[in-house]
């Protein structure tokens, strides 16, 4: 309890840098978070922990608490993309490091066939949205913004609701592991598995079965505090009710990506009791504190 106070708010716990597919570099993301007035943060690149020391270096230069975090690609039930939110995992538990490793190998050839399908009925191409990558992990919202800059999309949401929808002819499944694995291996590895926007981009409600599969599997949470899920109240409610329900940690964030989105730091926050739970719940990593 006594560390945990060093942690101050405000806090968030979802943030992206330009490792996976944010446009800011790790201690960019820092100085960002710092500038809105967030004292306690989480990079939670896609597959990667690649950003951690640099982040962690620049929250340690500000008197910021670093946590660190990843969002896993997920598939779920129903087939379709799930992102999980990993925090204080040991990033160097090698099973949890194979799958993601084996997740950020699949993207390539899937999106290449995106492009592809793409280009039958749009001015894209690969090289296009390996422009948008920098030379980094490379991921979905690089397609978005090659075709955004190309004219096709005007921005990230018209892209992923208009264009490439789950049920639409572009449209490839996710190459990520059962969500259920997923949330068992960062388990394995002293994390805390929270469901990252559970109902941001699905106008559907979860099924209580789906839940308590989830449960079982050991999911410790959800990101209820997100503005994608305010497309969905009927499907927010539910969750909400099944945290009060099952006693889940529910947290608030961001989901930052620099100019990629409109989203800005610490618009979304997770409350310190939250925090402490997600920290007293981990063994893999240890929060990195202010020095002072």
């Not at 597919?21 to 690149?45: C, I, K």
Request: charged share 25%.
């Amino acid at each position: 309890m006594e560390a945990f106070f060093r942690a101050q708010k405000p806090i968030d716990l979802h943030l992206h840098s330009n490792v996976s597919d944010g446009t800011d570099t790790p201690a960019e993301v820092v100085r960002a978070a710092h500038a809105a007035g967030v004292r306690t943060m989480a990079l939670t690149d896609h597959d990667t922990t690649a950003g951690w020391a640099e982040a962690a270096a620049e929250c340690s230069r500000l008197d910021m608490t670093f946590i660190g975090g990843m969002e896993i690609t997920a598939r779920g039930a129903r087939g379709g993309g799930v992102h999980m939110l990993a925090y204080l995992f040991d990033p160097e538990e090698g099973e949890l490091l194979a799958a993601v490793n084996n997740t950020l190998d699949a993207r390539i050839p899937r999106l290449q066939e995106m492009t592809e399908r793409l280009a039958d009925d749009f001015d894209i191409t690969w090289d296009d949205v390996l422009a948008e990558s920098d030379g980094k992990s490379i991921g979905r919202p690089h397609l978005a913004s090659a075709m955004i800059r190309r004219g096709h999309a005007t921005d990230t949401d018209d892209f992923f609701e208009r264009i490439v929808t789950k049920d639409s002819k572009y449209y490839i499944s996710s190459p990520g592991i059962d969500v259920r694995d997923v949330i068992r291996l960062v388990r394995q590895a002293g994390g805390v598995a929270i469901t990252a926007h559970p109902v941001g981009r699905h106008s559907h409600v979860m099924p209580r079965e789906h839940m308590l599969a989830l449960k079982a599997a050991g999911l410790h949470g959800f990101e209820l505090g997100h503005r994608e899920n305010k497309k969905n109240p009927e499907g927010l409610a539910a969750l909400t009710g099944y945290a009060a329900e099952f006693d889940l940690i529910v947290t608030g964030s961001s989901d930052y990506h620099g100019t990629r989105k409109p989203n800005r730091p610490g618009e979304f926050q997770t409350e310190p009791e939250m925090l402490k739970r997600i920290i007293d719940e981990s063994t893999g990593y240890a929060p990195i504190y202010p020095e002072s």
